[in-house]
């Protein structure tokens, strides 16, 4: 006797794709079968005749709102968006800020997502300026606790705002903080940009004509993305420390990370669904700069540059870099020194992923799973426990419906008041969503509750930090 068992689906697991049943048994998946083979009772069977059956989504990328940015959406409101769209695991940000560790910034995480979790989570510790070298000291027990993954920037992002002056980690300490992070185990994800150009960008942004929203492009130049990311490169090999860098949005950052990874060194790239399937002639719309997100939207090639590195293994996940805010927040701001930045698409993510890249590009299944989870999971150190279909996983699966078409519309969509996919054609889309054996999403039907998500302590594979694994 079983609790679940999902039958009939088409199924993407580690070894391949068929037509199997998936049993399910408290919170793990138990067997994956032929079809019928499985001499088991369940308490409950899903048809999934006709779909896709694939492991839960993991968003790696996710900024959630908390008493320090009451204008950002919280857990509870992303999360459930979250399991609409087929996401099942959410990793969102622990920021350490001047006077206080990364034991402050973790507490003040946990509080935001203990009991308000339609997924389950963990987060990243951010670096900010000025960490001490006691702060740099506490990478070690932070893996040892289940925190293995860690995230500088390399510039302040908009030096005109008094507000982005903590962000920027400098070459020295970066350079400090390698060494632990190299030394213990764990990982780090760069925002990177040149912040000498940036800086130098702004203040001739005014002189130049581009301080409207729609020139961010020429601000968050291409160049500052070459040069960052191979200044970024060079020392990592240098530190032989494992890299992830977050929002690739350039030609020329695609082509960095794949000579890196030519070179067999464990560096690894993210690009977002929004920066690969708008680009910054769209920030000339009305209130075009509701598509922004920092660094920013590029040229149209450079799209099409993004999707070739998703498809051809340059480029490992997919992610939305979700900062969640209503439409009024979102188009406040009008000028390249304030727009809003952040993307509420968490729940549009997978959907998109699919209709854009398996539909319309040929993307293989395998590859879809790829981007959209289980090079998450590894890449941060939960996996095989999530990102596969397998005896002995975690229940987190995902049912994607192939049929479902046409244009998105917000009816479709649980989070905030706008959304830029509005109008999107997809073709297909998540239906239901299953975490550790709990069914979230029956037929796009809310079934789960918040107090479902638990945190993910996560530990990387040494084969993912010595070399590009996925
Ligand atoms: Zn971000």
């Not at 962000?167 to 350079?175: A, E, H, I, M, P």
């Not at 990102?387 to 192939?402: R, V």
Request: glycine content about 10%; hydrophobic content about 35%.
């Amino acid at each position: 006797m079983v609790d679940i068992i999902i039958q009939g689906g088409q199924v993407v697991t580690p070894g391949g794709v068929g037509n199997w049943d998936v049993a399910i048994d408290g919170e793990k998946i138990v067997a994956v079968a032929e079809p019928g083979s499985l001499a088991l009772e369940a308490d409950k069977r899903i048809d999934a005749g006709g779909k896709l059956v694939v492991p839960g989504g993991i968003e790696p990328h996710a900024h959630i709102g908390g008493p320090r940015q009451p204008e950002r959406s919280g857990a509870e409101p992303v999360s459930l968006a979250a399991v609409h769209g087929g996401t099942t695991t959410v990793l969102d940000f622990a920021t350490q800020v001047p006077g206080h560790d990364l034991h402050h910034a973790l507490g003040e995480a946990a509080e935001r997502w203990q009991g308000n979790a339609y997924t389950d989570y963990s987060y990243h510790p951010i670096f900010t300026r000025g960490a001490e070298d006691e702060v740099i000291g506490q990478i070690g027990e932070l893996v040892q606790d289940g925190y293995a993954s860690f995230k500088v920037f390399t510039t302040s992002i908009r030096p005109p705002s008094p507000q982005m002056q903590d962000n920027k980690t400098d070459f020295g300490r970066l350079s400090a903080i390698m060494d632990e992070v190299a030394e213990h185990g764990g990982i780090l994800m760069i925002h990177s940009e040149d912040d000498d150009m940036v800086s130098y960008n702004y203040d001739h942004a005014q002189g130049r004509g581009q301080w409207d929203w729609w020139n961010m492009h020429h601000i968050h130049s291409n160049l500052s993305e070459d040069v960052s990311f191979r200044r970024a490169i060079r020392l990592a090999e240098q530190k032989s420390c494992p890299i992830y860098f977050v929002h690739v949005s350039a030609d020329e950052g695609v082509e960095a990370v794949g000579e890196a990874r030519g070179r067999n060194l464990p560096v690894y790239g993210e690009t977002l669904h929004n920066y690969a399937c708008f680009n910054a002639e769209n920030y000339r719309e009305d209130n075009g700069m509701k598509y922004h997100t920092y660094p920013s939207l590029k040229s149209p090639g450079d799209a099409d540059s993004l999707w070739q590195g998703l498809l051809d293994g340059r480029l490992s996940t997919v992610a939305t870099d979700l900062v969640s805010t209503t439409w009024e927040e979102k188009i406040r701001f009008k000028t390249v020194a304030d727009v809003t930045g952040g993307h509420n698409g968490i729940e549009t993510r997978m959907g998109v992923a699919y209709s854009e890249g398996v539909v319309r590009r040929g993307m293989s299944l395998q590859r879809f799973v790829d981007i959209t989870s289980a090079n998450a999971a590894k890449i941060f150190g939960m996996y095989p426990r999530k990102g596969a279909i397998a005896a002995g996983s975690d229940a987190d699966i995902t049912i994607i419906d192939p049929n479902i078409k046409g244009p998105l519309s917000l009816d479709d969509l649980h989070l905030e008041d706008y959304s830029i996919w509005e109008g999107w054609p997809v073709e297909g889309w998540p239906v239901t969503t299953i975490l550790r054996g709990n069914i979230m999403v029956e037929d796009r039907n809310l079934s789960g509750s918040a107090s479902v998500g638990r945190l993910v302590r996560r530990k990387i594979d040494v084969e993912v930090l010595s070399k590009p694994v996925c």
